[in-house]
């Protein structure tokens, strides 16, 4: 069993920077794949990155350019750097993992990457945008 835990959320300002962390407790395998969503009022849970256990990453596209998703193994932490922060980014960001590291070659928009894909969520953390 893992246990994944968000911090970092809070309101910025329109092209503010961010860097959300999401703590990894349990049994940690040695192979698996880890995401960051996000989901904003009444829209649907998207996928916005990924990284395997190789360090391995994808982004969508919108975001691209902007997030940076890494993983400090040392410290079972999966980090989200936010750039030039938009009021669109504005969300629930949730970080997840899953113990199949092939769940990282889905498409970050696709319900195998997501729902059927991850056996871990956090409860989230919430990113709000001022302009």
């Known amino acids: 069993q893992v246990q994944l835990e968000e911090s970092g959320g809070a309101s910025v300002q329109s092209g503010g920077s961010l860097r959300l962390s999401c703590t990894a407790s349990g049994y940690i395998a040695s192979s698996y794949c880890m995401g960051w969503f996000r989901e904003a009022p009444g829209e649907e849970r998207e996928g916005i990155a990924s990284i395997d256990s190789n360090g391995s990453t994808t982004y969508a596209n919108a975001v691209k350019g902007r997030f940076t998703i890494s993983l400090d193994k040392a410290k079972n932490t999966l980090y989200l750097q936010m750039n030039n922060l938009k009021p669109e980014d504005a969300a629930m960001y949730t970080c997840?993992?899953?113990?199949?590291?092939?769940?990282?070659?889905?498409?970050?928009?696709?319900?195998?990457?997501?729902?059927?894909?991850?056996?871990?969520w956090g409860k989230g953390t919430r990113v709000a945008i001022s302009s």
């Open positions: 997840a993992a899953a113990t199949r590291i092939v769940v990282c070659l889905q498409p970050l928009t696709s319900y195998a990457f997501g729902r059927y894909g991850m056996d871990y």
